[in-house]
């Protein structure tokens, strides 16, 4: 029996090394492209160090052509921004956010606040981020744009191109998932505790990283299907007072205010910072000083009264 298990341990680091190797194989037509991951057993008889195979590494371009048949398939993400006027930024917020979920999408974000304009007239403005399908982007901007009737003031779509990325991402988790594999097979066959842990470490750190690649994927799958729209909303009213530009005493008046309120406010922080920081600081400084000062000058004044006491007084002539 002891035999037997000696020899069971014995062969842990061989079946390690074999099992390793055949996974390092797969990848060894490739340049390395990244650090190799190291897994470290123990086996009976102190087995040396065995390395994990490397995350895969390739011609990214004959590797996309070589999985999708010689013709690949690009995954592109892309996301677009408009800025344009409305009559009523909030009604047109919820036509673009039912719009979003008409198409099969959903909304990211929406906000609403109000704004002040140079004459101090308050009107409102809105933001709102949706995801569509990809495939009818287009006809998603070309709907958001008809709620403004006219062309948008700003209107930006930008492309990103993450095949690349995307196919490395998947090469390194079918890597990786045979790597955790092969050590599931090899803690399953091993004997002495020692064994046992020392793969089940490297088993979870495997599994922790097949778990940060598989979001990776599922992030550009996701920007990929649905593309992301940002829209702000800006009050015809807004946008009129901009372009005329007229003068309003109203607003003069409410500007010159919020410009008093701000400086009382300067005033105010300074006299507290005086009152609760400088003050003290101050006092710390100052006082010490003034002692000194103070001391020396009546010591002075004491030694002179004193001098002048003993210089005998001149005789009385006569």
Do not use: H
């Not at 010490?288 to 020396?296: C, E, F, N, T």
């Amino acid at each position: 029996m002891i035999k037997r298990n000696f020899l069971a341990s014995s062969l842990i680091p061989i079946l390690l090394a074999t099992s390793l190797l055949a996974t390092g194989l797969l990848a060894a037509c490739s340049p390395a492209a990244a650090p190799p991951q190291e897994v470290y057993v123990e086996g009976a008889a102190g087995a040396p160090v065995m390395e994990a195979p490397a995350p895969p590494s390739f011609d990214r371009a004959s590797n996309i052509q070589a999985q999708t048949g010689g013709t690949a398939e690009r995954i592109v993400i892309k996301n677009a921004r408009l800025e344009i006027v409305v009559d009523k930024p909030d009604q047109s917020m919820e036509t673009i956010g039912k719009l979003a979920e008409e198409m099969g999408g959903y909304v990211v974000s929406a906000n609403l606040y109000q704004s002040f304009l140079a004459n101090g007239q308050e009107v409102p403005r809105a933001s709102i981020t949706i995801r569509v399908p990809a495939e009818r982007l287009d006809e998603a901007l070309a709907r958001i744009e008809a709620e403004s009737g006219r062309l948008p003031l700003n209107k930006t779509i930008d492309s990103q191109d993450v095949t690349s990325e995307y196919t490395d991402l998947q090469s390194r988790l079918r890597n990786l998932e045979a790597a955790e594999a092969q050590l599931t097979q090899i803690m399953q066959e091993a004997r002495r505790t020692e064994d046992v842990l020392s793969v089940y470490n490297q088993l979870v750190q495997v599994r922790e990283q097949i778990e940060v690649i598989k979001g990776q994927i599922k992030y550009y799958d996701e920007s990929a299907k649905l593309s992301a729209i940002s829209v702000e909303l800006i009050a015809s009213a807004a946008e009129q007072a901009i372009t005329i530009g007229g003068w309003e005493p109203v607003g003069v008046v409410k500007s010159a205010i919020q410009a008093l309120i701000r400086a009382l406010q300067v005033i105010v922080n300074i006299a507290i910072w005086l009152v609760l920081f400088a003050l003290p600081v101050l006092v710390v400084i100052v006082l010490p000083v003034y002692l000194i000062v103070r001391g020396l000058l009546r010591w002075r004044a004491r030694r002179k009264a004193r001098r002048a006491a003993q210089v005998p007084s001149p005789p009385p002539s006569g």
